[in-house]
C-alpha cells in the first residue's frame, strides 16, 4: 500500500471556490471542542457553575488566539518586516495557515478567567484545573495541524537515526525551506537540490512536529491522574512544570529557533541537531522554577474540594 504523502501533508482540508480551510485550524477547533465537552462535564460532576464555565470559556478561546498572535508576531517578526503595508496587516490577523503562539494563547486564556472568578468570586483554580485536558488535546491538534503546514515548527538537520526524511510531495515543507533565510543557523536551503524538476530539501531533521504530538498525549493522560487530586490548582501547576520541562527539554531543543542567547549550536548530516537557548527555553526555566514553589505550597494545604454526591449534582452552585 503506497501511502499519498500528499494528501497527509498538506496545509489545505477543504477547498470551496478558491476559499481554503486550513487544517490546522480544523484540528485546533476539534481539540479544543473535546476539551469544551469535557470540562463541562466535570464541571457539573464537581457542582460548579456550567453556565458560567461555558460563558468563561467562550471568551477564554476568543482572547486567547488574540494572546496567541500577538505573541508569535512579536517573537517572529522577521517573518513580517519585509512585508509592504497595508498587506503586512493582514498577513498579521491570518491565522488559517498556522502562526501561534502556545505560551500567548494560554496567557490570554489565563487573564480571561482571571477577570471571571474575581468578578464572580469564583475560585480560580477549581475551574483553571477542569481547562488542562483541552489544552492538552489543543496541542495534539495543533502539532499535527504544523505536520499538515511543513513549515510550522520544523527541526533541525541531524545525523541522528532519529532523523527525518521529508518525502518529496510535501510540498509545503520543501517550498518554504528551499527559500534561503538571511539567518544562517536557520537556513536550510542549502541541502535543497533538483529532484523531478523540483527543489527538495533532503536531509534529514528532527521530527518536532511529531515531538509534539507526543507531548500532548503524555499531558493528555497525566491530566486524568492531576484531576484526581482535591486540591483545587493541582492540575494546574502539574501541567505547566510538565509542559514546560517536556517543551524545553524535548521538542523545543532539537527546533529550528533562533538562539537567545546563543549558547550552543551544533546542528548538521554529521551533528546531533541540538540548539540553545531559545526564548522558549528560558520562559520554560522561569514557568519550571514557578510550579514547584507553587506545587509544593499547594502539598501543604489541606484538601478543600468536596465533589458532591452524584444524586445531588445539578451542575451549578446552590445560590
Not at 499535527?144 to 509545503?172: C, E, H, K, L, Q
Not at 501541567?239 to 527539554?249: C, D, E, P
Request: aromatic share 14%; proline share 5%; net charge positive.
Amino acid at each position: 500500500m503506497q501511502v499519498d504523502w500528499h494528501r497527509l501533508m498538506n496545509p489545505v482540508f477543504l477547498n470551496i471556490g478558491g476559499f481554503t480551510i486550513a487544517w490546522y485550524g480544523v484540528l485546533i477547533t476539534l481539540g479544543i471542542v473535546a476539551g469544551v465537552w469535557l470540562g463541562t462535564r466535570m464541571a457539573r460532576a464537581r457542582g460548579l457553575d456550567v453556565d458560567r464555565f461555558n460563558d468563561m470559556i467562550l471568551w477564554m478561546i476568543i482572547w486567547g488566539l488574540v494572546g496567541a498572535r500577538i505573541v508569535f508576531v512579536a517573537t517572529s517578526w522577521h517573518q513580517f518586516e519585509n512585508i509592504p503595508f497595508p498587506r503586512v496587516l493582514l498577513d498579521i490577523i491570518n491565522l488559517r495557515q498556522g502562526g501561534i503562539s502556545i505560551h500567548g494563547g494560554l496567557i490570554g486564556g489565563i487573564l480571561v478567567m482571571l477577570y471571571y472568578t474575581r468578578k464572580y468570586r469564583l475560585n480560580f483554580y477549581e475551574y483553571a484545573d477542569l481547562c488542562v485536558p483541552g489544552v492538552a488535546f489543543g496541542i495534539i491538534g495543533g502539532r499535527i495541524g504544523n505536520i499538515m503546514n511543513g513549515t510550522d515548527t520544523v527541526g533541525r538537520v541531524t545525523g541522528w537515526p532519529v532523523g527525518f526524511r521529508w518525502p518529496d510531495s510535501a510540498r509545503a515543507f520543501h517550498d518554504g525551506m528551499c527559500v534561503r533565510n538571511p539567518n544562517p543557523d536557520l537556513d536550510l536551503s542549502q541541502y535543497c537540490q533538483q529532484i523531478g524538476g523540483q527543489l527538495v530539501m533532503t536531509a534529514p531533521v528532527h521530527f518536532a512536529q511529531l515531538y509534539g504530538v507526543i507531548i500532548g498525549i503524555i499531558l493528555s493522560v497525566a491530566a486524568y491522574f492531576w484531576l484526581r487530586s482535591r486540591k483545587p490548582g493541582w492540575a494546574f501547576w502539574q501541567f505547566w512544570l510538565w509542559y514546560s520541562i517536556l517543551r524545553a527539554g524535548w521538542e523545543e531543543t532539537f527546533r529550528l529557533n533562533p538562539l537567545l542567547p546563543k549558547t550552543y549550536l551544533n546542528q548538521g548530516l554529521d551533528a546531533p541537531g541540538i540548539g540553545l537557548f531559545t526564548e522558549t527555553h528560558l520562559i520554560s526555566i522561569v514557568l519550571i522554577v514557578l510550579s514547584i514553589w507553587m506545587l509544593l505550597k499547594l502539598r501543604r494545604q489541606p484538601d478543600t474540594r468536596v465533589d458532591p454526591a452524584p444524586s445531588v449534582v445539578t451542575g451549578t452552585r446552590p445560590a
